[in-house]
């Protein structure tokens, strides 16, 4: 497991040496464990239920927390009212989307969503990476790579307009629609799926011999 990088000699400096003793034990009993369990960490810091967490300076709480996953903040927020804010703080967050975004299509959505928290913008694109159902705008927002028969094209991209137009270099100008999310055009329908385990992109056709990508530039 991960080693909490924070100095005995940092708690005797701000508590007592007594108590800083049992907080470091308590420390290291947690992070060995992984258990970030709610009745877990009231026993491992003797908390009742409106008590304080033990007396660390915030920045202290900040760091230890940084170890922990999104699902451990959240256990974490359940123990009492001060351990839902330090387990809220925005710079946790903020760490957790920058990992979990990482390779990820049209996350700018969320990124520059300023009027919510982290944890919200977190939450928010854990629960639409996994939508099923394309929007006319991301159709549109997207270029796409396509593969036919496994090759990919040497014309380039393809783009989607807005207008409801498709512009094939072999077929020229055809119209495009979106129907119970099969992409309709050029007398076929495609079905299009999300790719929730990789780019959290799309792709039209998957198990055709005529399959797009998203692509975002």
């Given at each position: 497991g991960t080693t909490l990088s924070i100095p005995v000699a940092c708690f005797h400096l701000c508590y007592g040496k007594e108590e800083s003793s049992l907080i470091s034990?308590?420390?290291?009993?947690?992070?060995?464990?992984?258990?970030?369990?709610?009745?877990?960490?009231r026993r491992v810091f003797m908390i009742e239920e409106e008590e304080?967490?033990?007396n660390l300076l915030p920045e202290l709480?900040?760091?230890i927390l940084t170890f922990s996953t999104p699902a451990e903040l959240c256990n974490v927020s359940r123990v009492n009212k001060e351990f839902q804010v330090y387990s809220s703080l925005d710079l946790l967050w903020k760490i957790h989307c920058e990992k979990s975004w990482v390779g990820k299509q049209n996350v700018s959505r969320f990124r520059n969503r300023t009027s919510l928290t982290w944890k919200q913008r977190y939450t928010w694109s854990e629960h639409d990476r996994l939508r099923q159902t394309i929007s006319r705008d991301e159709l549109c927002h997207f270029s796409w790579k396509l593969l036919y028969k496994g090759e990919e094209s040497r014309l380039?991209?393809?783009?989607?307009?807005?207008?409801g137009t498709y512009e094939s270099p072999y077929a020229g100008v055809c119209e495009w629609s979106l129907f119970q999310n099969n992409l309709i055009f050029l007398g076929v329908s495609l079905t299009v799926k999300r790719d929730v385990e990789h780019t959290w992109g799309w792709i039209i056709g998957a198990g055709t011999p005529t399959v797009y990508y998203s692509v975002e530039l």
């Open positions: 034990l308590s420390l290291r009993s947690w992070q060995s464990s992984r258990d970030f369990s709610k009745d877990y960490l304080r967490p033990p709480w900040n760091h380039g991209l393809r783009k989607f307009s807005p207008d």
